[in-house]
């Protein structure tokens, strides 16, 4: 077993064992916390395909995140209404069920990001990293000024949607379902950073040259990664909202890009669980720092700055060293 | 709506795209020289008008509030390229990105730690308040006015800084090609350290004419950020010409459609919606326009081929 | 005779005042290395660009394999079946020598959008991008990353790529640059067994190689194509000497 898998294992141990003890001793604040850093995990770990493994500077992410969260939303409200989402061309019933509301979600993300993602990799470098930018400042200012759900004010959802038999209002039972969820992500892109996909995929990062030498065109490796990686950030958006029963523009807003790329950078960029350590690191300072000073944005910004210019490989590279090959 | 009140928003749509290029000129110089995306340029803007709002409280002078927004955004300015920024030239846009952001995070709570959460208040001074009489019987404000007047001197001042004067030539020659200008004997980094101080006061100036319209509070800098990108990347990142020609664009586009989408849907929709339907529009119209000019000219209107 | 594999026809690109390359019409027969030479400055990084797909032409075709493919980009031609190695080596430097094999071979097989199986575990894949850099004779050093490899090594792992494609023609653009003597003389025996696999197209400054390699030579000069023939016709050619001698190219001696 080499280190990086020593650390996963031992990153996954903690995430699970921290909130067993916290409802053990009957902490459920400690629960909840653990199950923020576990969903916006799911976040940096999409954003992660794109810029980790892409090497597409996304600073638009916060565009799915927001997209899973009204999805979960809209689907909510309109089932706690009684109302349709819409009438035509067929009646849509809003929903309560997360498994329905987790596939919208992802699809829905997916299907912008692929759109998206087409227009945006026409351009490059700065270029790219702005107009994702201003895809979601679109979204932004429409869901603030859009009335009908909300507008700046956001939509409470009254309670949690359900997962079959589950009480998902018991913060062990949500945990452990956003836990399962996580380690499927995970499962998929470790999956994915190995395959035949992958590989190309890592090439075209480091030379786009060789990529097309070899037959296969950058733009489609860099458009299907970028659907992806929309979806998953997707999918973590609608857990994010349910988790706190309510959406709002902030989660469209390029803060939330910049936190969910923060994730990516703290854990390390390319490395599968990296954006899970970022995750959990950036909770646990937020915790710790946010007690101790009401200003712990300077602490977390020394941080980052530090990481950057001097740390760049994260807590991965730090720890873990370099990321292996292949095999 | 009336011609007259379309001539007061067109004015409006020039005042504030004659601010946006103040805060684009800095970003598109420090790009188009040093090959940096600065995300902290929305700080100095904020520094300049904190500087400006207190120097004001202090002295009661709004002239010298101004000259303070100079001096303290090219201040900070210089010390965050010393302590920082240098060391991030040769480095990805990711890693720029990242670290101008910690950057943010830094000087927003920093200046939130120093001056609270309140917002403070710049007044406009006596002579350059209420308005004036223009020509087809338009009252303008004077204010409004005078930044326009403001701004569109110093683009001009700009635009003779770089193609006139030695510093404009080495500015010029530092965007073709570093090592040259370095062979020849110019003190590369004293020059970067100029152009991103020059970059800070005139974003430090945009903030102080602002703060007497709107209030003074930490994060007003990073809205006009977002926007000053949005400019240089539709005039082409880089070219001054191009913040210029965008700016305008941004300002106007932005000014006329909250102005006149609403009433233009209007015409074929019931009233509510059209306010609704014609503000969503709006507030989306110049990112809609970015994207539509880069999906055309993906390096922008007046990007380089390379 | 048979169809040539790749026929190019009135080959023309401007780069404002600047003809890069004029008129070339050019051949490549099946089983032959047609070696391209000229000064610096010649054109032909610029021909080669073309042909590979890197460039669109202003005028003229090129014909492969029969078919027209002057509006195909370069990843399509790539599928078609041409193998192009470059003067400056295009290889992701973090990937390891086996990696970069296995980049050809998937290629190759064109069954890039799997996200499920291991592509290392792929016995398939692994035995061509194997059996190519046992060719080249970089099998030993299969695992290292293509950062720690020396110069002779990163331009053997160029031939080696183009070899995985297992392609119809070869466009190596000085595959011998910057080699050692020793380095040099591998790589010919290497190129000489190759044009039983594909016709070679070869830009190449080293004229030592050029003509123990070539079956026939083109004789690029000012973008435009001042001779061809083979080895013997080339030698005596008045105006390939003119040229020459008249670049005052001390480098490049006539035998």
Redesign the interface.
């Known amino acids: 077993m080499t280190r990086e898998h020593l650390l996963n294992t031992a990153l996954m141990a903690v995430l699970l064992l921290f909130p067993l003890w916290a409802w053990a001793t009957d902490e459920p604040f400690l629960i909840t916390l653990t199950t923020r850093a576990v969903i916006l995990a799911i976040a940096g770990v999409g954003l992660n395909i794109a810029?980790g493994f892409g090497g597409l500077?996304s600073?638009g992410h916060a565009l799915f995140f927001g997209l899973g969260g009204y999805a979960m939303g809209i689907l909510a409200y309109h089932a706690q209404t009684y109302t349709p989402v819409a009438d035509w061309p067929m009646t849509i019933e809003g929903t309560k069920s997360m498994p329905v509301i987790w596939l919208v979600a992802t699809l829905v993300s997916g299907l912008v990001a692929l759109g998206v993602g087409a227009?945006?990799l026409?351009?490059?470098?700065?270029?790219f990293?702005?107009?994702t930018?201003?895809?979601s400042?679109?979204f932004y200012?429409?869901a603030?000024?859009?009335?009908a759900y909300g507008g700046e004010d956001g939509l409470s959802i009254y309670v949690r949607n359900g997962f079959f038999g589950l009480n998902t209002m018991d913060p062990i039972q949500f945990f452990a379902v956003c836990y399962v969820l996580l380690a499927g992500v995970l499962f998929?892109t470790a999956?994915?950073a190995?395959?035949?996909?992958?590989?190309?995929l890592?090439?075209a990062?480091?030379?786009e040259?060789?990529?097309?030498?070899?037959?296969?065109?950058p733009y489609?490796?860099y458009l299907?990664a970028f659907t992806i990686s929309g979806a998953i950030t997707g999918l973590s958006g609608a857990l994010f909202a349910d988790l706190n029963r309510f959406v709002s523009p902030v989660m469209f807003s390029?803060?939330t890009s910049?936190e969910i790329?923060?994730f990516v950078?703290l854990g390390g960029?390319g490395r599968v669980f990296g954006p899970v350590a970022g995750a959990a690191l950036f909770i646990l300072l937020e915790h710790v720092l946010g007690g101790l000073s009401e200003?712990?944005?300077?602490y977390?910004?020394?941080l980052?700055?530090g990481?950057?210019?001097f740390a760049?490989g994260g807590l991965y590279g730090m720890i873990a060293g370099r990321?292996a090959?292949?095999? | 709506m009336s011609a007259l009140l379309l001539i007061e928003q067109a004015l409006n749509g020039l005042q504030f795209g004659v601010m946006l290029f103040l805060m684009a000129a800095g970003l598109t110089l420090i790009?188009g020289v040093m090959g940096l995306?600065n995300l902290a340029h929305g700080s100095l803007y904020m520094i300049g008008a904190f500087a400006a709002a207190w120097v004001a409280g202090m002295t009661g002078s709004f002239m010298l509030a101004l000259g303070a927004s100079l001096i303290a955004a090219a201040v900070a300015g210089v010390l965050i390229e010393l302590l920082?920024i240098r060391?991030l030239y040769d480095?990805d846009?990711?890693?720029q990105?990242?670290?101008t952001?910690?950057?943010?995070?830094?000087l927003?709570?920093?200046t939130?730690?120093v001056f609270g959460s309140f917002p403070l208040y710049l007044d406009t001074p006596d002579w350059l308040s209420g308005t004036v009489r223009l020509p087809l019987g338009i009252d303008y404000s004077r204010y409004r006015l005078a930044m326009i007047g403001a701004g569109l001197i110093i683009a001009a001042a700009l635009f003779a800084m770089i193609s006139k004067t030695r510093l404009g030539i080495r500015i010029r020659a530092g965007e073709n090609d570093r090592e040259m200008i370095a062979a020849l004997g110019v003190n590369i980094s004293a020059l970067y350290t100029l152009v991103f101080a020059l970059g800070a006061a005139l974003a430090g100036f945009a903030g102080a004419l602002i703060g007497a319209v709107q209030s003074v509070q930490v994060g007003m800098g990073?809205p006009v950020l977002?926007l000053a990108?949005?400019v240089i990347?539709i005039g082409g990142?880089g070219s001054i010409k191009g913040a210029f020609v965008g700016a305008l664009l941004v300002g106007l586009t932005d000014t006329l459609g909250r102005a006149l989408l609403p009433t233009a849907f209007a015409t074929f929709m019931e009233p509510a919606a059209a306010s609704?339907v014609g503000?969503?529009l709006?507030?989306?119209a110049i990112?809609?326009l970015?994207?539509g000019v880069?999906?055309f000219r993906?390096?922008?209107l007046f990007g380089g081929a390379a | 005779m048979t169809e040539p594999v790749l026929d190019i026809r009135g080959l023309t690109k401007s780069f404002g005042a600047l003809t890069a390359s004029h008129d070339i019409t050019l051949d490549l027969r099946s089983g032959e290395i047609h070696a391209l030479i000229g000064p610096n400055g010649a054109g032909k990084s610029t021909l080669i660009a073309q042909i590979?797909g890197?460039l669109r032409p202003d005028a003229g075709r090129i014909v492969f394999d029969g078919r027209d493919v002057t509006a195909l980009?370069?990843?399509?031609r790539?599928?078609l079946g041409m193998?192009?190695s470059?003067q400056i080596s295009?290889?992701?430097?973090?990937?390891?020598v086996l990696?970069n094999a296995?980049?050809?071979a998937?290629?190759?097989r064109?069954?890039?959008?799997?996200?499920?199986?291991?592509?290392?575990?792929?016995t398939d894949l692994r035995a061509r991008a194997e059996s190519a850099l046992e060719t080249v004779g970089l099998i030993a050093a299969r695992?290292t990353?293509c950062a720690e490899l020396s110069h002779g090594q990163r331009r053997q792992l160029e031939v080696a790529?183009a070899l995985t494609?297992a392609p119809r023609v070869f466009l190596m653009d000085e595959p011998m640059a910057g080699l050692g003597a020793e380095g040099t003389r591998n790589l010919t025996t290497l190129l000489d067994g190759m044009r039983r696999e594909a016709p070679i197209l070869l830009v190449e400054h080293d004229m030592d190689a050029v003509f123990a390699l070539a079956d026939r030579i083109s004789v690029l000069v000012y973008g435009k194509i001042i001779a061809t023939g083979t080895v013997d016709e080339i030698r005596r050619d008045p105006e390939v000497r003119i040229a020459y001698l008249g670049e005052d190219d001390t480098d490049v001696p006539l035998p």
Do not use: C
């Open positions: 810029l500077v600073f227009l945006s026409r351009t490059t470098g700065v270029y990293i702005m107009i930018l201003a895809f400042q679109m200012y429409f603030i000024s859009w009335p998929f999956r994915l190995r395959s035949p996909f992958g590989l190309m890592g090439a990062r480091q030379n040259t060789r990529v097309e030498a070899v037959g296969t065109r489609r490796l299907i390029w803060q910049g790329m923060v950078i960029v200003y712990w944005h300077i977390l910004g020394a980052l700055l990481t950057v210019l760049r990321a090959a292949h095999d | 790009f995306i920082v060391r480095r846009h990711l890693d990105v990242l670290a952001f910690a950057l943010i995070l830094i927003s709570e920093g939130r730690w990073e977002i990108f949005v990347v990142i609704s503000a969503s709006a507030s989306m990112y809609i970015m994207a880069l999906i993906p390096r922008g | 590979a890197a980009d370069t990843a399509a790539a599928r193998a192009r470059f295009a290889l992701p430097m973090d990937y390891t990696e296995m980049l050809g998937l290629g190759q064109g069954d890039v959008v799997r996200f499920f199986t291991p592509v290392m575990r792929d695992h990353r790529i494609l």
